[in-house]
Nanobody, 126 residues
């Protein structure tokens, strides 16, 4: 099992920044790809960003490219999502997830992730 705890969400004005953190514990989290997803009210969960287990490759949904950066510190078992130039449409609950496969490539589908955090709310006001 892998346990994930997100933090860093909050209320910010459009154009502002937030950094989300995801602290992982349990069964070898440093060997798994990690991803961030988000879900706005009334909408389906959406892939946002992911990073391989070694941090060498990343992937982003087009709507956040150039604004968001995913990174990880395996010594701290923590994954980050730096969000800049935030827009009201970024408002959602953000979830951290750990891949089902170890030492794999970048998963971008929710069903490729086996472990999920409880989520943290991000609200961007206009």
């Amino acid at each position: 099992q892998v346990q994930l705890v997100e933090s860093g969400g909050g209320l910010v004005q459009a154009g502002g920044s937030l950094r989300l953190s995801c602290a992982a514990s349990g069964r070898a989290p440093s060997t798994r790809a990690m991803g961030w997803f988000r879900q706005a009210p009334g909408q389906e969960r959406e892939f946002v960003a992911a990073i391989t287990w070694n941090g060498r490759s990343t992937s982003y949904v087009d709507s956040v490219k150039g604004r968001f950066t995913i990174s990880r510190d395996n010594a701290k078992n923590t994954v980050y999502l730096q969000m800049n130039s935030l827009k009201p449409e970024d408002t959602a609950v953000y979830y951290c997830a750990a891949s089902a496969v170890v030492y794999g490539s970048i998963p971008t589908r929710g069903d490729e992730y086996a472990y999920w955090g409880q989520g943290t709310q991000v609200t961007v006001s206009s």
